[in-house]
């Protein structure tokens, strides 16, 4: 059954945006009496039937709903410098977003080559990503933010700093984090944090971890911090 997807639905009825009524009835064919599902991004999933195929509005009456369908156990935030190749960064909002994550904040660091992100084109793929991967919770995409300003927030949960620095004691995420926790995590650019952001971190309570022995990119660093969360949490 098709998914898509409407904020703030209130009663028994609701209508699709313009892009989900396009592909909705020009795409998929839709008509009168056709069954679909719908999240609203609060973490409930409606079922309902079209009610007027219309191409810009199509309306559709709720049938049933769903309150916080598959709601995980945990929060994971992930503040990740964004990369110069920004379909790499777009490919790891998608893949985080299927694995399950709560908040994006791309991270603003020293090293980082390419500061700026498409924030409507991610916002897109989160939706799309969150559809596709049959999620009821929309992620959130923080503004960017700069390292210094961002490690001096107040943080809820276990806040944690995978780098590749040999000079500095590195945990596994799974020595200091345990099922159930929120965790925050940052990710660095590729030519990694300095050393003077390292010891901004250790000054606000990160704990340095590693991501096992391989040397990853951004993107790839990212999504497997990612999923060693969801792993721990299954």
Same mark, same amino acid.
């Given at each position: 059954?098709?998914? #898509?997807?409407?904020?703030?639905? &209130?009663? $028994?009825?609701?209508?699709?945006?313009?892009?989900?009524? @396009? =592909?909705?009835? @020009?795409?998929?064919?839709?008509? $009168?009496? *056709?069954?679909?599902?719908?999240?609203?991004?609060?973490?409930?999933? %409606?079922?309902?039937?079209?009610?007027?195929?219309?191409?810009?509005?199509?309306?559709?009456?709720?049938?049933?709903?769903?309150? *916080? #369908?598959? &709601?995980?156990? %945990?929060? +994971?935030?992930?503040?990740?410098?964004?990369?110069? $190749?920004?379909?790499?960064?777009?490919?790891?909002?998608?893949?985080?977003?299927?694995?399950?994550?709560?908040?994006?904040?791309?991270? !603003?660091?020293? /090293?980082?080559? &390419?500061?700026?992100?498409? &924030? *409507?084109?991610? /916002?897109?793929?989160?939706?799309?990503?969150?559809?596709?991967?049959?999620?009821?919770?929309?992620?959130?995409?923080?503004?960017?933010?700069? #390292?210094?300003?961002?490690?001096?927030?107040?943080?809820?949960?276990?806040?944690?700093?995978? =780098?590749?620095?040999?000079?500095?004691?590195?945990?596994? !995420?799974?020595?200091? %984090?345990?099922?159930?926790?929120?965790?925050? !995590? +940052?990710?660095?650019?590729?030519?990694?944090?300095?050393?003077?952001?390292?010891?901004?971190?250790?000054? /606000?309570?990160?704990?340095?971890?590693? +991501?096992?022995?391989? @040397?990853?990119?951004?993107?790839?660093?990212?999504?497997?911090?990612? =999923?060693?969360? %969801?792993?721990?949490?299954?």
């Amino acid at each position: 059954m098709q998914i #898509f997807y409407v904020p703030d639905i &209130k009663g $028994n009825s609701c209508v699709l945006d313009e892009n989900e009524s @396009r =592909h909705a009835i @020009r795409v998929l064919r839709m008509m $009168n009496g *056709d069954r679909l599902k719908i999240v609203d991004g609060r973490g409930n999933l %409606y079922e309902g039937t079209v009610t007027d195929p219309e191409q810009s509005a199509c309306k559709v009456k709720i049938t049933g709903v769903t309150r *916080d #369908f598959e &709601k995980r156990g %945990y929060r +994971l935030h992930l503040a990740v410098s964004p990369v110069k $190749n920004q379909e790499r960064f777009e490919w790891f909002v998608e893949k985080s977003v299927e694995f399950g994550i709560d908040e994006i904040t791309p991270l !603003i660091c020293r /090293n980082t080559e &390419k500061p700026g992100i498409k &924030k *409507d084109r991610i /916002n897109n793929i989160i939706v799309s990503a969150m559809k596709q991967s049959l999620k009821a919770y929309r992620p959130v995409l923080r503004e960017p933010v700069a #390292f210094g300003e961002f490690t001096g927030y107040d943080h809820d949960g276990i806040k944690m700093i995978a =780098h590749c620095s040999p000079a500095h004691e590195r945990k596994k !995420i799974s020595q200091v %984090y345990e099922k159930g926790m929120k965790a925050l !995590i +940052l990710i660095g650019p590729e030519g990694d944090f300095t050393e003077e952001e390292l010891e901004i971190a250790a000054e /606000n309570g990160f704990i340095p971890v590693h +991501l096992g022995t391989s @040397r990853l990119r951004t993107e790839t660093a990212g999504i497997a911090a990612c =999923h060693s969360i %969801y792993f721990i949490n299954q």
